[in-house]
């Protein structure tokens, strides 16, 4: 038997990257998953290949359209079980060139984000005492990088939302955790090494080698990689796992 049969999970920005790879895995073991995110064509097509039941549509930084969407999730395939707050995003620029409202953008998109998440349906799972929350950080959340500081900010302020709600939550039988992937090969990634290839010339090959310069593993996280760590953290074998930041970096952190 699947180990996530009868559980509904919601996978916030899961219509592509690391969050369609945690809705793909979170389906396969038994899961009834409903992604969410901003872009319809491809939260339709994460439905469409069985690697979600159902989506709805919400910007995260919009507590009361996520909430919506959430309760209504809720109503049509039972509550939350699971909760991967995944929605993210990352600006770059030197800090002197970062403006206060930078810092303000990355904050609510990375951390309100997974704070409107886990409010919409933290408080029913401690209810049922049973629950997972999984939010995506990112090794920015425990180490510094040179050039994204406000990233780097609000990641760290992710770990330690973390650290402080699975202490507050640990005798409920709910469990929160993050998990924190170094360089993925994602959309986002790509569009990234497109920056640089602009900004300096270099070549697409050039970019990734000074992007993995300082990775042991010598290459990009797959992000069913990240899915399978997700996945763990999810299962019944990790009930006793909770205020942990299990890092999928290949040594890189």
Same mark, same amino acid.
């Given at each position: ?28 073991? $038994?899961?009834? %998953?409903?992604?969410? &995110? !901003?872009?319809? +064509?491809?939260?339709?097509? @994460?439905?469409?290949? #069985?690697? *979600? ?70 408080? $029913?799972?401690? %209810?049922?005492?049973? &629950? !997972?929350?999984? +939010?995506?950080?990112?090794? @920015?959340?425990?180490? #510094?990088? *040179? ?81 399978? +760590? ?9 009930? *006793? ?13």
């Amino acid at each position: 038997m699947a180990a996530l049969a009868g559980r509904h999970a919601l996978v916030t920005g899961g219509g592509r990257g690391i969050g369609r790879a945690i809705a793909a895995a979170l389906t396969a073991s $038994g899961a009834a %998953v409903t992604v969410i &995110g !901003r872009g319809e +064509a491809a939260l339709k097509d @994460a439905v469409a290949t #069985g690697e *979600a039941a159902a989506y709805g549509i919400a910007d995260v930084t919009d507590e009361r359209a996520l909430s919506a969407q959430i309760e209504r999730a809720a109503l049509s395939h039972g509550p939350l079980d699971i909760l991967v707050a995944n929605a993210g995003g990352a600006e770059s620029a030197p800090f002197l060139e970062t403006a206060p409202a930078q810092f303000r953008n990355m904050f609510e998109l990375n951390v309100m984000g997974v704070v409107h998440a886990t409010r919409a349906v933290l408080a $029913g799972m401690m %209810v049922r005492r049973s &629950g !997972r929350v999984v +939010a995506i950080a990112s090794t @920015a959340g425990i180490r #510094g990088y *040179a050039y994204v500081s406000a990233y780097c900010a609000a990641k760290h302020a992710v770990v330690g939302l973390v650290r402080s709600l699975a202490i507050e939550t640990a005798k409920t039988g709910v469990t929160v955790n993050a998990v924190c992937p170094g360089y993925t090969d994602t959309e986002m990634m790509q569009e990234s090494v497109a920056r640089i290839v602009a900004k300096t010339g270099r070549s697409p090959a050039e970019a990734v080698t000074a992007i993995l310069k300082d990775s042991p593993l010598d290459r990009f996280i797959q992000p069913r990689e990240v899915a399978a +760590a997700v996945l763990y953290l999810c299962s019944p074998a990790a009930a *006793a796992v909770t205020g942990t930041t299990l890092v999928v970096a290949g040594g890189e952190a």
